[in-house]
């Protein structure tokens, strides 16, 4: 599981084909108009932009939510185009029906499983922690964090909501479902990830999840983002990114971080993570900065070539083989 999400209702599910050439000049208003569009505090006047580019960009990096709520509550929405206003807010419905269903049911999935520790995980943990509204991030993927030597009395607790489907990565994580929806129960930050008891020890309660569940402390939630966008080559849709400036934005322990990215092997990511979200978000740039490892000549010129290919938001088909080159780079 990852954090690519489905286009609507969901999040967007990786990006689809189809991309289009843009110049430098048009690059520059699509971020504006893209930082506007994503700020939780926006300008008073939508930035020039195509209205198509915009909304195709919006619609595949899983922002379109977020935006029409901005177009429809904001004076952002007197300067956009109708057409525009009327796509995104068929997205922002969906999205936010969507999100409904999934939180009520992961929240009764793990009622009955109260005494087995989980760590909710990715935009489960994020939307209501992160996010000044339900249907701002959608929720994509439900995943949540389970030690190994509690699977089997999870399973057990949770066998009248769903069934064991399958097991991946080497049985680290374990995959649930009712027909409708799926949960990934993984050991790991991220996907395929070992065992991590300090993802346990430092949680946060979580209490409208039960008793034992928790959200990951404000450090390893940063991780594990990074973690997933470093599976994706860093050209994860862009509501990770969101997730990122959010996150930065909590006052981190520099050196918990730090440490932990190069012990699980995100040193690289990290590092390219950070120029991306500097990129896409100068205003928490120093925030960004202050959690980049230091890295040697050849693997920061590495690291900068994936970060250039990931830093156009417009661009949405990948050459063959782009993909797996740019994990080869950054990813653990």
């Known amino acids: 599981m990852n954090l690519r999400t489905q286009a609507a209702p969901g999040a967007p599910g990786g990006l689809p084909p189809g991309a289009r050439r843009v110049t430098s000049g048009g690059a520059v208003a699509l971020l504006d108009a893209l930082r506007a569009l994503t700020s ?18 919006l619609v595949a990096h899983g922002l379109a939510p977020l935006a029409s709520f901005q177009l ?6 007197a300067s956009a185009p109708e057409g525009l206003r009327e796509r995104l807010l068929a997205q ?21 499983a109260d005494g087995v520790p989980v760590v909710l995980l990715d935009a489960a943990a994020y939307i209501d922690w992160l996010y000044p509204h339900l249907a701002f991030r959608p929720v994509g993927d439900l995943r949540v964090a389970l030690a ?4 089997q009395r999870f399973a057990d607790a949770i066998r009248g909501g769903m069934q064991l ?11 649930f479902g009712d027909g409708r929806l799926t949960v990934a129960a993984q050991e ?24 034992a569940a928790a959200r990951p402390s404000a450090e390893d939630a940063l991780l594990g983002t990074v973690g ?10 862009l509501i990770t990114y969101v997730d990122v400036r959010e996150l930065l934005r909590l006052g981190l322990d520099r050196e918990y971080v730090l440490a932990r990215a190069r012990a699980l092997g995100l040193a690289r990511a990290l590092h390219g993570v950070s120029r991306l979200a500097a990129l896409f978000f100068p205003d928490v740039a120093d925030a960004a900065a202050a959690v980049r ?22 661009r949405l088909r990948q050459l063959r083989g782009e993909d797996a080159a740019a994990r080869l780079v950054v990813a653990p």
């Not at 922002?92 to 009955?112: E, F, H, I, S, W």
């Not at 890295?295 to 938001?313: F, H, I, M, T, Y």
């Open 40 to 57: 939780f505090s926006p300008p008073a006047v939508l930035p020039d932009c195509e209205p198509g580019l915009l909304g195709d960009v």
């Open 72 to 77: 429809e509550h904001t004076r952002l929405g």
């Open 92 to 112: 922002y419905q969906g999205v936010a029906n969507d999100n409904v269903l999934k939180m009520v049911t992961l929240r009764g999935l793990l009622r009955p």
């Open 148 to 151: 190994a030597g509690d699977a």
């Open 165 to 175: 489907e399958r097991t991946e990565h080497g049985g680290r994580t374990a995959i």
């Open 188 to 211: 790991g930050l991220f996907s395929g990830a070992p065992a991590d008891p300090l993802l346990f020890q430092r949680s946060t309660p979580y209490l409208a999840f039960g008793a």
């Open 228 to 237: 997933e966008q470093a599976l994706l080559g860093l050209r994860a849709p």
């Open 293 to 314: 490892p230091e890295l040697g000549a050849a693997e920061r010129l590495a690291v900068e070539r994936v970060v250039e290919a990931a830093s156009d938001p417009a």
